[in-house]
């Protein structure tokens, strides 16, 4: 069945340096969303990739969508403790409407 | 203010019990989900509902049941059949262009 992996699972950052996390599809994606889960918290809704080789900006973060619609990746720049949280990436899935396939998720600590 | 409300938010079960989640939306959304998260773990779909009086079934459905009589509401039952119930339980809704709007979630715990 189709997956979504994440990589790395965890995420250990200095603040002020900056990362990236990836999310890779098993099949092309129609669109491509994250979210971001603060801990003890529920998942926010981030943005959504619609566009092969989509680019979406928020403030620090970027956000890119694949030429083959099959991956994505977060880029935070000049990390900051609030970027604390597990990163989560969704797809809709291949084999019925209406479902919407997560990832595991990515971890980030932030150290000071 | 528009959103997403789920109770309990802490619910402690003994064994062999039923327990029954609330979720309710006043965001007018027709689609509205269950997912349960493990710790570490991402989220795993439970049921799904696009219209009221329909639902289907999601990657672990076993134990569980859901009904959807009213368009703002879809609790689920954890039933005595599911074997580790112990989780976190996240309710969530959409308009169908698939963002989705969570609850603040309700935290399982067998004892």
Redesign the interface.
Known sequence: GQQVMQIP?YQHVQEGEDFTTYCNSSTTLS?I?W?KQRPG?????LI?LVKSGEVKKQKRLTFQFGEAKKNSSLHITATQTTDVGTY?C?G?SAD?????Q????T?VVVTP | DGGITQSPKYLFRKEGQNVTLSCEQNLNHD?M?W?RQDP??????IY?S?IVNDF?K??IAEGYSVSREKKESFPLTVTSAQKNPTAFY?CASSLGR????????SRLTVL
């Open positions: 699972q669109n969303q979210y918290g529920h998942p926010v809704f959504q989560f969704a809709p019925s409407w209406g479902k919407l997560f990832g595991a998720g971890q | 689609a989900y997912y570490g773990q991402g989220l795993r779909l799904y696009q289907q999601g990657d996240l698939w963002e989705l709007f969570f609850g603040e979630g």
